[in-house]
């Protein structure tokens, strides 16, 4: 609403290609940001928009810069757990693990309390801190039967801490509940779940790409053989010839020699009449 009528469509059509594009074409959507925000930086919207855009394709200095403004601007904290993981993708967990201890966080909804929670954990692993991660995710939340949109996560997050540690077992079980609760598809939990129970799943596709080759194989194997025949019968024939051409080579000597000896012989008779 601060902007001229004209300027506020461009950038709302920006805004709208981020959104749109942010999970299936990052870079995309990364760029639709970087115009809106050229042309209105002063937009506490725009300044989220293109955090988030920063965030999706691991630029998490310029993330954490746009979060920054637009909570100068708005004066809300709803952005304080992905700022502090933003600390933890430039290598500063320590700083997100302060951040979780900050008053802020007492501050935010139930949604944002769990996500903070998610990136405290987060940060412990990233310093060593296996048990520590453990402890930290244990919590009201994680033991309630209730479905939430963040239960699945919740509950993934514990279980790959439990098998950090080597609690395999509990770990497992924690796969499967977060499976329960992944109604969107949002963890691979089935995946690590098969994982630990030793399944492979192979893909059919490829099982029949592969009974397709195997008769061009048989195919190939069957060119060879067909070639070592006709170099033998090539062979048997170059023989033939060979044997024919030495046979008529000795009649031909054959013949000359009886018509040297008739010769002489007609020559003695010859010398006998004189």
Avoid: H
Wanted: charge should be negative; charged fraction near 35%; proline fraction near 3%.
């Amino acid at each position: 609403m601060s902007l001229p009528k004209t300027l506020a469509e461009d950038v709302a059509r920006n805004l709208v290609m981020v959104a749109k594009l942010l999970d299936e074409d990052p870079e995309q959507a990364y760029g639709y940001s970087r115009v809106a925000l050229r042309l209105a930086s002063r937009v506490a919207a725009v300044r989220e928009a293109a955090g988030f855009a920063s965030y999706a394709v691991a630029k998490y200095a310029e993330a954490l810069a746009e979060f920054r403004a637009a909570r100068r601007m708005t004066g809300s904290v709803e952005l304080w757990p992905i700022m502090a993981d933003c600390e933890r993708g430039m290598g500063r967990p320590e700083r997100a693990l302060a951040m979780a201890g900050e008053p802020e966080v007492q501050k935010l909804d139930k949604a944002g309390q769990v996500e903070m929670r998610l990136v405290a954990a987060g940060a412990r692993k990233d310093m060593g801190q296996a048990d520590a991660a453990v402890v930290t995710l244990q919590s009201p939340e994680l033991a309630s039967n209730s479905i939430q949109p963040w239960t699945a996560r919740l509950r993934y997050a514990y279980a790959d801490a439990l098998l950090e540690v080597g609690r395999e077992a509990e770990a497992r079980e924690w796969f499967a509940k977060a499976l329960e609760a992944d109604q969107g598809g949002t963890t691979n939990a089935s995946d690590r779940l098969a994982e630990l129970d030793g399944v492979e799943f192979t893909d059919a596709l490829d099982e029949s790409e592969d009974a397709e080759q195997e008769p061009q194989g048989e195919e190939a194997k069957a060119g060879p053989a067909e070639s070592k025949d006709t170099e033998s019968k090539d062979t048997e024939s170059k023989d033939t010839e060979t044997e024919d051409t030495e046979s008529k080579d000795t009649e031909s000597k054959d013949t000359e020699t009886e018509d040297t000896e008739s010769k002489g012989k007609d020559a003695e008779e010859s010398g006998e009449q004189g």
